[in-house]
């Protein structure tokens, strides 16, 4: 007898207090947080739904872990432990521990990158696009077209158009370092890249010389979706996927705060001699000696002990069924979501909700300020706020304007998500209601962590 309700695979040990708000403390808290989210006291947070970077809840034996940290300056047991966690899924030659995923990238662009150079990406995250900026190189998106639509369905919305990249690494000139795919597509929606499209990148980056790495943050969720949607691979241990998606590239960027199930962390991995020196070099620079690189010892166990409980069958059915769970409550409540529904979040659409908001006027801000306003729910904008501004200072809108509610791993029970959906449904029954936003100070760069924000009266 196999029962439906999927259950959390695991109990509560520990517990934290949420504090309730009313309506007008939350409207007081915006306004002195200049209507951006992330300038918020997360105290007065009900339902944290910002990230689900390092905001995931450890497991027991993951806090046993941290005891065991050995804060060993160099050589330490913990770093031997980290290694063989990391080479188990991912065996590159060479690991380099950093304090998160943007340090590694930071010092691998800092090395490939320059001006003249471009670094193709299904899509970009927001540091990853600013780290190859910041060096001169040119950002370029190449996601399949169903990726950049919201409503069409596609099993692996996040495949990269194998076509455009031939074009691009096959153009005179061209003078691109790496190829990066991003498992899963966080910006394009949490979507998944299939193994076949993995190797079809593989074959082009082949024939043009040029190495593969990638941006492995959500692997686990990314290599489970593997599983369930592309043909053949059902029988498969996700281990087994993750090991065949690691032997397709020739290095990966990671942050350990999302699938390494840690709240900080991450590395850099390659098979490239050469560049694994200059990187090592820069991370002694930047970050620490190359046996700890950022992290303390304990940290280390942290992310060794998640790296094994992450690819858990069990873990990873619980945990894309309860992404699902809220995103097809939503759609059920006629709330115009991404689709398929994501690994680690569910994106609203916000363009389509609020159409009366021009998209210079962030309709993706507009309604993460009512979410949270009405229920107290922090979501985040990934649209123009986030991408709006260009290297050049100008303004355009982005691809997508969308809400991410992501979801942190192991933390929110399935009433905290009922919740969720009670409010996103109220505020969308009144979304055509919300007003624009204008921006009055941005910083030059990664703007939608500082910007502050006034409302537009409607014309
Ligand atoms: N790449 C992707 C696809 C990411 O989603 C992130 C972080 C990074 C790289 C950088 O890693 O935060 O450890 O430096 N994404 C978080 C988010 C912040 O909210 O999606 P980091």
């Known amino acids: 007898m196999t029962f439906r309700t999927i259950i959390e695979p695991f109990r509560i040990h520990s517990v934290e207090p949420l504090k309730m708000t009313t309506i007008d403390e939350r409207r007081q808290a915006l306004r002195s947080a200049g209507f951006n989210l992330f300038g918020l006291h997360s105290d007065d947070v009900l339902v944290d739904l910002l990230t689900d970077s390092g905001t995931g809840a450890m497991s027991r034996d993951q806090w046993a872990g941290l005891q065991r940290g050995d804060e060993s300056y160099a050589g330490s047991p913990s770093w031997f432990r980290f290694l063989e966690s990391v080479q188990e899924l991912f065996p590159f ?12 990238e930071k010092i691998l662009f800092t090395i490939i990158g320059g001006p003249g150079r471009t670094i193709p990406n299904n899509t970009h995250f927001d540091t990853t696009r600013a780290n190859v900026e910041a060096t001169g190189a040119v950002a370029l998106d190449l996601v399949i077209s169903e990726g950049l639509d919201p409503a069409t369905p596609h099993p692996f919305k996040g495949n990269m158009d194998v ?78 996927i993750v090991r065949e998606m690691a032997a397709l590239a020739d290095g990966m960027t990671m942050s ?122 922090r979501a985040c904008e990934i649209g123009t706020v986030m991408f709006g501004r260009r290297p050049d200072g100008s303004e355009q809108p982005a691809a997508l304007d969308l809400v991410r509610l992501a979801i942190p791993r192991r933390t929110y029970t399935q009433s905290h998500i009922d919740y969720v959906i009670e409010v996103c449904s109220e505020v969308a029954a009144h979304a055509r209601d919300l007003p624009g936003y204008r921006i009055v100070e941005e910083p030059r760069s990664l703007r939608h962590f500082t910007a502050r924000f006034e409302t537009v009266p409607a014309a």
């Open 163 to 240: 076509d455009r990249l031939e074009e691009v690494l096959g153009s005179p000139g061209a003078d691109v370092p790496a190829v990066f795919v991003t498992i899963t597509n966080n910006s394009g929606g949490g979507q998944p890249v299939s193994l076949a499209n993995l190797r079809a990148v593989r074959a082009v980056c082949d024939r043009h010389g040029v190495p593969l790495f990638l941006d492995a943050c959500r692997f686990a969720e990314n290599a489970w979706f593997i599983r369930e949607r592309e043909p053949g691979q059902h029988h498969r241990r996700v281990t087994d």
């Open 256 to 377: 350990a705060k999302k699938d390494g199930l840690a709240n900080i962390g991450g590395w850099l991995a390659l098979n490239d001699d050469d560049v694994a020196e200059q990187c090592r070099n820069l991370l002694i620079l930047t970050e620490g000696f190359p046996t700890y690189g950022g992290l303390a010892g304990r940290d280390l166990e942290a992310i060794a002990q998640g790296l094994r409980e992450v690819v858990d069958h069990d873990y990873l059915r619980y945990r894309i069924r309860s992404t699902g769970y809220l995103g097809e409550a939503l759609i059920a409540a006629g709330v115009p979501v991404v689709r398929p529904i994501g690994g680690h979040a569910v994106y609203l659409d916000a363009r389509s909700l609020l159409p009366q908001v021009p998209a210079l006027q962030y309709p993706g801000q507009a309604l993460a300020v009512a979410l949270y306003e009405s229920g107290g729910v």
């Open 93 to 104: 030659r060479h690991v380099i521990p950093t304090h998160q995923g943007r340090a590694a």
